[in-house]
């Protein structure tokens, strides 16, 4: 584990946190974004081994978010005190999807009132959840020196826990195990001190500044997302990424290994951003701001000078990445790029300077504008009309691209360069790179090409998630577009999820700027732990039966305003059908006879097929995102799927298992090859198809209305006429439903075993190479099939 020690209380004389430091009163925020007892994310993410963390424990933030810190803290420790600070700036930096902080009780002996402090702590928690946890943690915290019985009583009703239920609960210690449970799980982690962190399981000693924090949660987001794209799901992040910084922690008593470079050069194009300095300056420094982000503001000074010392051998290219929990971050940004449209790249750079210093409010922002020049009626009209939304959108998709999750974030020549790092970080890497640069010139690229010949073969996006879901019929309601539109949002969710609540807005958000072209369709996927969900997802289908897309989102919407036991209660589902205008009865009858739980199951198998377990799940036609996430990540992958169309790869499909080699393109083949034929390679199949598919099989297109037994009979009757000596390649032409399958005559080239469906693979082989299977089904639909190899 990473050994970093600072300030910290821990048994000793040596630590006495008295003679070091006076506590003082700090003022701790508890976001209004974490609702009271915080629904965990879905599914439940796995506690892990190395520092277990379980719904007993109080935490803020996304449960499944993909950096947890566990925190062992003292209320009666000064240093505990100023770590509570600084971490209040690491969640405002990354905010609650990103950061889950997680409090186990640590009272050290010798602070004689900090026991008393953690038991009403905990009694809190066990009485009020965990918003009213906060509360008083906050309280304790400011309060350091009134840490006593009265104190913890008037907090905790502050709190919003009832006096006289706090005054049984903490008299009579009903909560004091957990505390011991906590010292306990703390010694066997080897905490000593307090404050102790482990940030996804790497081991942070004392009072760090935010520098040093960062660091480690920007290399945690790395790793979780490396995790994800390798398949691992969302719930066990913290679970795998605990166990393996362990696995790479050195021995007690060793010195940490130092840290490997990363040296790759990520593909960073300028693509029209405000730039300073030299165009054809040898090193590029690429930087991805937020201006109402603390760290931004305080690298800048250190960007200056290197633009100072630097001169004409450095070009600074200006990025915008304004984060979701910084409100005024995008109006800042607006005003920036609207002095740039009325006065240029200088005006911007002008623009950066002030707006930095801070003052981002309406009011500054019009003055900010009458001191550059600019005309402020227009510059307030282009602020609220969003006008340079596609500007600012397109520079977060390629922070996405290249996995700049936080800010500030620097690409030197495409190196990265993370958080608010000192010169001497920034200079070591500028060096290293004006001596590429020059070996590069001296091999006769011309001085303007250097910055494109070092982006020539550097690392370009990942791909985004396929997910080969099939399309919806009329029994889905939707809403948006027509049915058959451009794009088409399937939507997997549960009445009783928080985030499927979230996420709703920006599902109309996407609707209104996609007008004609976006429809949203509604699937079941009623979480297992969310006992009152498949009821209320019964209701619904009752309403869509009774009153159409219309009733079905009216009582969406009442189901999601209240997701409580009493808002999603039968007598809640009764009084929310009267209310949209249903009939109560036929309501009731329907619910009494579960007539709706095929329909609901049927969604939740479908969901199990493409390995979607968690809510809300999306498949964007043949897109996927996984969920509550901002408005700019679903339009970049709408503005995706609007594009030219481009067939998902077995490495790209969520949730598959990877084969050894894909398909190759298909080729052109015999209609009837022969047993004088070269042998396959070994475990190497080679087919032709024909594909029919029906209405809900996986992939079938929206204008596919047919229904299953209609679509096997023209299996059946296309079977019928290969076996009568009909070209297979003219089959395909007239019955197959696979696009581009005409073009190719079916052929689906050669593959390793394993490329395919089982269903398919196995009534491949039965056949020998040059005969016709019978009809197979698979989720696809009906194949015919033609074994080539």
């Not at 005309?375 to 006008?387: H, P, T």
């Not at 897109?623 to 339009?635: C, E, I, N, S, V």
Request: glycine share 6%; charged share 25%; proline share 8%.
């Amino acid at each position: 584990m990473i050994w970093i020690l600072l300030a910290a209380c821990a048994p000793g004389a040596a630590m006495a946190p008295a003679a070091v430091e006076r506590p003082r009163t700090v003022e701790i925020t508890v976001p209004a974004a974490v609702p009271a007892d915080v629904v965990a994310a879905e599914p439940e993410p796995e506690p892990g081994t190395v520092v277990p963390v379980t719904r007993a424990d109080p935490w803020w933030g996304e449960p499944r978010a993909p950096v947890t810190v566990v925190v062992w803290g003292d209320f009666e420790c000064p240093f505990t005190s100023r770590y509570m600070a600084t971490l209040e700036e690491l969640k405002q930096a990354y905010g609650p999807d990103r950061l889950r902080v997680v409090w186990k009780h640590f009272p050290l002996p010798f602070h004689k009132n900090a026991r008393p402090a953690h038991l009403a702590a905990e009694t809190v928690f066990r009485l009020g959840g965990t918003q009213a946890f906060w509360r008083f943690h906050q309280l304790a915290f400011a309060n350091q020196r009134s840490l006593a019985p009265e104190s913890f009583e008037a907090w905790a009703a502050d709190a919003g826990v009832d006096r006289a239920a706090f005054r049984a609960a903490f008299e009579q210690q009903r909560h004091a195990p957990k505390i011991d449970q906590d010292i306990e799980a703390g010694g066997a982690v080897r905490v000593t001190g307090t404050p102790a962190s482990f940030i996804n399981g790497v081991f942070v000693s004392g009072a760090q500044p935010i520098d040093k924090l960062r660091t480690v949660v920007d290399e945690q987001l790395r790793a979780a997302e490396d995790l994800r794209r390798s398949g691992v799901p969302r719930e066990r992040l913290y679970a795998a990424l605990s166990a393996q910084n362990k696995a790479r922690a050195p021995a007690p008593g060793q010195p940490s290994p130092p840290a490997v470079e990363d040296t790759t050069v990520w593909k960073v194009p300028v693509d029209g951003s405000p730039t300073r300095g030299n165009p054809s300056a040898p090193v590029t420094l690429v930087m991805f701001l937020d201006l109402q982000c603390p760290f931004c503001r305080k690298a800048a000074p250190v960007v200056d000078g290197l633009a100072k010392k630097y001169g004409e051998q450095l070009r600074l290219v200006f990025k915008h990445n304004p984060l979701p929990f910084h409100p005024r971050a995008e109006p800042a940004a607006e005003l920036a790029l609207e002095a740039r449209a009325q006065k240029g790249d200088e005006a911007f750079w002008k623009a950066y300077e002030l707006l930095r210093q801070g003052g981002l409010e309406d009011a500054d922002l019009a003055a900010h504008a009458r001191s550059l020049g600019l005309d402020v009626a227009r510059a307030q009209k282009a602020i609220a009309a969003r006008r340079h939304a596609a500007r600012i959108e397109r520079d977060q998709r390629l922070a996405e691209d290249v996995e700049a999750s936080g800010t500030p974030h620097f690409f030197i020549n495409g190196r990265r360069l993370l958080g608010a790092q000192p010169a001497e970080k920034f200079e070591a890497l500028i060096d290293e790179q004006l001596a590429r640069a020059a070996k590069l010139v001296a091999a006769g690229t011309p001085p303007a090409k250097v910055y494109d010949a070092l982006q020539k073969d550097a690392k370009a996006a990942t791909p985004l998630e396929r997910i080969l879901a099939p399309a919806p019929t009329r029994d889905s309601p939707g809403k948006g577009a027509k049915a058959g539109a451009k794009v088409t949002i399937q939507m997997f969710a549960d009445f009783q999820c928080p985030f499927c609540k979230r996420v709703q807005p920006t599902l109309d958000e996407i609707i209104a700027a996609y007008p004609g072209k976006v429809r949203v369709v509604f699937r079941h996927l009623p979480l297992p732990f969310h006992k009152l969900a498949p009821l209320a997802a019964e209701a619904s289908v009752e309403a869509f039966r009774q009153k159409g897309d219309a009733g079905f989102w009216a009582m969406a919407q009442r189901l999601w305003e209240d997701q409580s036991e009493a808002g999603l209660s039968r007598e809640a589902l009764e009084r929310h059908a009267a209310a949209i205008g249903l009939d109560v009865a036929k309501l009731g009858a329907a619910l009494d006879s579960r007539a709706h739980r095929a329909a609901v199951e049927a969604d939740q198998k479908l969901a199990a097929s493409l390995h979607l377990n968690g809510t809300p799940s999306f498949a964007i036609n043949d897109y996927f995102l996984g969920g509550a996430q901002p408005a700019a990540r679903f339009k970049r992958i709408v503005d995706r799927a609007l594009g030219p169309h481009e067939p998902p790869t077995m490495e790209s499909l969520h949730g598959a298992n990877k084969p050894a080699a894909q398909p190759s393109p298909a080729q052109p083949s015999p209609a009837q090859p022969s047993a004088a034929q070269p042998a396959a390679a070994p475990g190497v199949l080679g087919a032709k198809h024909l594909l029919i598919m029906y209405a809900g099989s996986l992939r079938a297109p929206p204008h596919v209305a047919r229904t299953r037994d209609e679509a096997r009979a023209l299996a059946e009757q296309a079977l019928r006429e290969a076996q009568q000596g009909a070209r297979f390649e003219d089959l395909v032409a007239r019955y197959s439903d696979e696009p581009g399958a005409a073009a190719r005559g079916g052929d689906l080239g050669k593959f390793r075993r394993g490329a395919m469906v089982s269903e398919f693979e196995q009534a491949l082989e039965k056949v020998a190479v040059g005969a016709l299977s019978g009809v197979v089904e698979t989720r696809f639909g009906f194949h015919v099939i033609l074994r080539t190899q």
